[in-house]
C-alpha cells in the first residue's frame, strides 16, 4: 500500500485564485512529519512547509498553508492567490517515527499544477 | 538550513561511460540521501550515504552501477556507471538536518541524458 497518495495527476487554477492539492498518507506511528515540495522544471526540489503529527495549529508559510486533517490522515497543501510562478510539480512527503525513527521520507507521485493567466 | 552546490548541473553522456555527480554541503551533516527521478516520475531512494561507513543502498539498486564515497560529513558523490539511455533522469541528493524539526534540504539536480 501506498504510504503517500497524491490523486490529482494534474490541476489548473486561473491566476490569484487559490488552489488544494490532495495529499493522504498512511501510518502506524504516533509520530511523523508531513512535506510539502515544489519542483519548477528546472528540477530543484524546493521546500515549502511542513506540519509535525503533534502540532496543533496547520502550518503555514506565506501564501502557503497546509490543512492538516489527523483523523483523516490528509495534509492538503492550500496555495492561496496562485501566481504564475507558481507552476511547477508539487509532492507531498512522509517521514515517520520519532527520534530513532527511520529519517527516510517517503514521497507521493506528485501533481502538476497549471497556472493560468 | 544546509546549502548544497551540486555539480554538475546537466550532462549528456555517451553510452558505456560513466558519470560522477558531486554534492557540496556548506555545513556538517550526517545523513545524506541520493535519488533517482526518471521522467515524469517520483523520487526514487537509491541509497543513504553515512560518513564512515558503506552506503546503504535501496532494492533495485547495486553498488557496482552506483557507487557512492562519502569521505566527509560535507561531500558526496554518485557515480552512474556504465550507463545506458534507461540512466537518463535527474539525479538528487539531499541533506536531512534538524532546524526545529527533521526535515530535507536538497542539492539543485543533476539532468542526465544518455545517448
Known amino acids: 500500500a501506498q504510504k503517500i497518495t497524491q490523486t490529482q495527476p494534474g490541476m489548473f487554477v486561473q491566476e490569484k485564485e487559490a488552489v488544494t492539492l490532495d495529499c493522504t498518507y498512511d501510518?502506524?506511528?504516533?509520530?511523523?512529519?508531513l512535506f510539502w515540495y515544489k519542483q519548477p522544471s528546472s528540477g530543484e526540489m524546493i521546500f515549502l512547509i511542513y506540519q509535525g503529527s503533534y502540532d496543533e495549529q496547520n502550518a503555514t508559510e506565506g501564501r502557503y498553508s497546509l490543512n492538516f486533517q489527523k483523523a483523516r490522515k490528509s495534509a492538503n497543501l492550500v496555495i492561496s492567490a496562485s501566481q504564475l510562478g507558481d507552476s511547477a510539480m508539487y509532492f507531498c512527503?512522509?517521514?515517520?517515527?520519532?527520534?530513532?525513527?527511520?529519517?527516510?521520507?517517503?514521497f507521493g507521485r506528485g501533481t502538476s499544477l497549471i497556472v493560468h493567466p | 538550513s544546509a546549502v548544497i552546490s551540486q555539480k554538475p548541473s546537466r550532462d549528456i553522456c555517451q553510452r558505456g561511460t560513466s558519470l560522477t555527480i558531486q554534492c557540496q554541503v556548506d555545513s556538517q551533516v550526517t545523513m545524506m540521501f541520493w535519488y533517482r527521478q526518471q521522467p515524469g516520475q517520483s523520487l526514487t531512494l537509491i541509497a543513504t550515504?553515512?560518513?564512515?561507513?558503506?552506503?546503504?543502498?535501496e532494492s533495485g539498486f547495486v553498488i557496482d552501477k552506483f557507487p557512492i564515497s562519502r569521505p566527509n560529513l560535507t561531500f558526496s558523490t554518485l557515480t552512474v556507471s556504465n550507463m545506458s539511455p534507461e540512466d537518463s533522469s535527474i539525479y538528487l541528493c539531499?541533506?536531512?538536518?534538524?532546524?526545529?524539526?527533521?526535515?530535507?534540504?536538497f542539492g539543485s539536480g543533476t539532468r542526465l541524458t544518455v545517448v
Open positions: 512527503a512522509m517521514r515517520e517515527g520519532g527520534t530513532g525513527g527511520s529519517y527516510i521520507p517517503t
Open positions: 501510518t502506524s506511528d504516533q509520530s511523523y512529519g
Open positions: 550515504a553515512n560518513q564512515g561507513s558503506e552506503a546503504t543502498y
Open positions: 539531499s541533506v536531512g538536518e534538524n532546524n526545529g524539526h527533521y526535515g530535507y534540504t
